[in-house]
């Protein structure tokens, strides 16, 4: 493997049906703490809670004195990079955001590529839906939520929909916004 290679990752919401996931291409030298900061942007995320990669029994993320309540050992992300926790393809891992709603997300790395001359990286090349609002309750929170909004006569229909936004359709996803901002991320 090559130090400039170029990892293919499919981002799945656990759970999610219909599937929402993003296609993403990365350095395979990114560190954990960027990855976060990347999967945020193409999940539609704020970065507003803590957040831990799980690879096997290792719990990997940003180091925070809340986190200890738990008993479990925490590494740093800013000391890992994606090669080193995903070595090859195929490799399967874990993104948890918002330990209150758990978002997981299981993490593939479908193919392991050569940059191409002239592309910007990190980059989403395909994704299906949009993500959740951030605070919906996770995955059994986001289902009554979009029963909610689908259904006029919903007694939180009007209160959901002035929560998330009059324009929330979850079948959108707007890739060309995702790479705009993951451009900004450098």
């Known amino acids: 493997m090559a130090k400039n290679d170029i990892y293919q990752i499919k981002v799945t919401l656990n759970h999610s049906k219909p599937p929402i996931w993003r296609r993403l291409q990365v350095p395979a030298n990114t560190r954990l703490d960027k990855l976060h900061s990347i999967i945020q942007v193409a999940m539609g995320w704020w970065n507003a809670h803590l957040h831990q990669f799980i690879v096997g ?24 990079r994606l090669n080193q926790i995903a070595p090859g393809e195929k490799t399967k891992f874990v993104y948890e955001y918002d330990f209150g709603d758990s978002w997981e997300h299981v993490i593939l790395v479908e193919k392991i590529l050569p940059p191409e001359p002239g592309v910007h990286y990190p980059r989403c090349i395909k994704g299906k839906r949009a993500g959740p609002p951030e605070d919906v309750g996770g995955i059994w929170g986001y289902e009554d939520f979009l029963e909610a909004i689908k259904d006029p006569k919903h007694p939180q229909h009007e209160d959901m929909l002035e929560w998330a936004g009059d324009d929330f359709d979850p079948e959108a996803f707007d890739m060309s916004g995702v790479n705009e901002a993951l451009e900004k991320l450098g």
Do not use: S
Not at 67 to 78: N, Q, R, S, T, V
């Open 57 to 80: 029994d290792t719990y990997i993320g940003e180091l925070h004195p809340d986190y200890d309540m738990w008993g479990a050992e925490m590494l740093d992300e800013k000391k890992y």
